[in-house]
């Protein structure tokens, strides 16, 4: 598996007369995780979704290693792209192991069986994400961190080069959320994700695009986006960013506007 080279490039998207996203561009290298952050509302998911074409933009272009993914066969799409989106409505009457071999069918041709190759992928990505122990579990009978992780698995099974989350953290426990975006960070493929956690987002992704009322505000490396006036703009919270003395990552500690006492 390798990373695919992705380029937004002046993304505008609208409802109506409302416009979600509005001249948007950015990129990811090869390989790289990129973080999208920003508040709510703010319009991640929907710029995410132009990405995993779900949502055509109304002006601008989503490049994915040079070709237009807008254009691009669906097949090749498939293999290229996979998606995890915030609440999917997955209620599938399947098991566990059979939701993440769904990741496998773009590999495959039209009804052919799980080669012993689809097998060891399928085992390897419900290990990746903790849940070999329910490969034989109903889908709609597990937990919601649980399913996440399930669906986390099944984009792995895709072997993506590109690979889109919406709030990928949602509903997990903290050591699955740090155990997971270890994983992403650590694919070879090129990772974009939004993320509303700024100190994860700081330490997992090595770049972040911070969006606000659907316009990117600021990019680059975690330091030097997330400044105390950067959130004090954005969010409207004061906040202390400091150096961790362990991670050498920023450390946000949001200052609430009153002692408790
Ligand atoms: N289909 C739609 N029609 C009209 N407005 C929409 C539509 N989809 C989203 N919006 C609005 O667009 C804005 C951006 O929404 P979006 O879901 O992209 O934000 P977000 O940054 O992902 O938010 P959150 O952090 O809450 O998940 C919001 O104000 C939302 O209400």
Known sequence: MTGSELSVDGVTLTAGAR???????????????????GPNGSGKSSLLR??????RPDAGQVRVDGGDAWSMPV???ARTVAAVVQDSAADFDLAVRE???MGRTPHKRLLAGDTSEDAG??????????????????FDRLSGGERQRVLIARALAQQPTLLVLDEPTNHLD??????????????????LLALHDLNLAAYYCDRLHVLHDGEVTASGPPADV????????????AA??????????PQVTFLPEEPLS
Do not use: F, K, N
């Open 99 to 101: 939701v993440v071999a």
């Open 174 to 191: 903290i050591r699955h959320q740090l155990s997971v975006l270890g994983i992403l960070r650590r694919l070879p493929a090129t990772v």
């Open 226 to 237: 997330l400044t105390p006036r950067l959130l004090a703009e954005v969010y409207g919270v």
């Open 19 to 37: 416009h979600l996203v509005r001249d948007v561009s950015l990129t990811a290298r090869p390989g790289e995780t990129i973080g999208l952050v």
């Open 240 to 249: 202390e960013v400091t150096t961790h003395p362990r991670t050498g990552a």
């Open 121 to 138: 992928v399928i085992d390897s990505a419900l290990l990746a994400v903790d849940a070999v122990h329910l490969a034989d579990r109903p």
């Open 50 to 55: 132009t990405v995993y074409r779900v949502l």
């Open 75 to 77: 097949r090749h799409l």
